[in-house]
């Protein structure tokens, strides 16, 4: 099973101490949260694609392909990659040359973006943003699987005998997850094409995020992928975690209080009781995240958000450190003994595709994406 870190990127002023950091510093930041993740042991660091404050993630494959230069290991991918107001020949160029950079480290999460503005600044209507990333979705796939391609679409200028450049690594696309976590039509698609599906959970109770999973994985099997339990499937998470329960609300507590996206609304208890958020001890999150397999069933993908809202970059590095060396591998080990020896334990990467010509994801699907 593959575990993680994954950023949104936002600048958020320090609540305790009023301080908040420059762009320049937080990137800078969330590069050494990348290569902290590496040195723990963690499996996957994953960025957002943001283009409106206070985000400052607007160029992901920049951002990975200099942690790529830093790291051996770390499998590197996007939290969002804007399939909607990104033109697909752009992704498909773009992640073909980080794939090449990175030495096939690459995979890659779909989603629609919900910033209403955002959709304008480049061109886009969001009320399109379904037929968007449908269309957007089978054009990228074409770009990574076909040479001298001929299009012709509702949303972008058609194409006559274009090929990728670079064309992705020994042919092999970049593997694909479609992050939604209320879009049945998106779990839909990633059930069409054999594609993992992600459901980022932090903010929703078990109940939805489990009919959400189920309705892709049922799909999954009848689109002709394998059983239902083999889909492969990708959770959120956040965590905090100190020597004590009491500890941890104390030093959070601020924190979340003030948080851009959660703050003023909802208490950390009735938070905590509703969502994946747990703030405690080690084993109080370990318990936490194997309740995750009790809603949706073995999984193979669990990335936690651990820098959001102002907490200090020593803060997050001290927190990472925990997670990889006291909390994932007791998980890891009880995750792997409770799985069926037919349900996949990771998700493709490009060694296993390159090595197995008939999986799905080389296939080129019709048009009719949401069949």
Known sequence: MQFGIFTIGDVTTDPTTGKTPTEHERINAITQIALKAEEVGLDVFATGQHHNPPFVPSAPTTHLAYIAAQTKNLKLSTATTLITTTDPV???????????????????????????????????????????????YHLLRRLWREKNVNWQGKFRTPLQGFTTTPFPLDDVAPFVWHGSIRSVQIAEQAAFYGDGFFHNNIFWNKEHTAQMVDIYRRRYEKHGHGQADQAIVGLGGQVYIADSEEQAKKEFRPYFDNAPVYGHGPSLEEFTAMTPLTVGTVEQVIESTMAHADWVGDYQRQLFLMDHAGLPLEVVLKQIEILGT?????????????RPEHVPSEPPT?????????????????????A
């Open 90 to 136: 752009r992704i498909a160029e773009d992640y073909s040359f980080l794939q090449h950079l990175s030495n096939g480290r690459v995979d890659l999460m779909m989603g629609r973006g919900n910033t209403g503005p955002v959709y304008p600044w480049f061109g886009k209507d969001i009320r399109q943003g379904i037929p968007l990333a449908i269309e957007n």
């Open 326 to 338: 006291q909390v994932v591998p007791e998980v890891r080990h009880r995750m792997e003994a409770r």
């Open 350 to 370: 490009h060694a296993t595709l390159k090595a197995d010509p008939g999986h799905p994801h080389h296939k080129v699907r019709p048009g009719k994406d949401n």
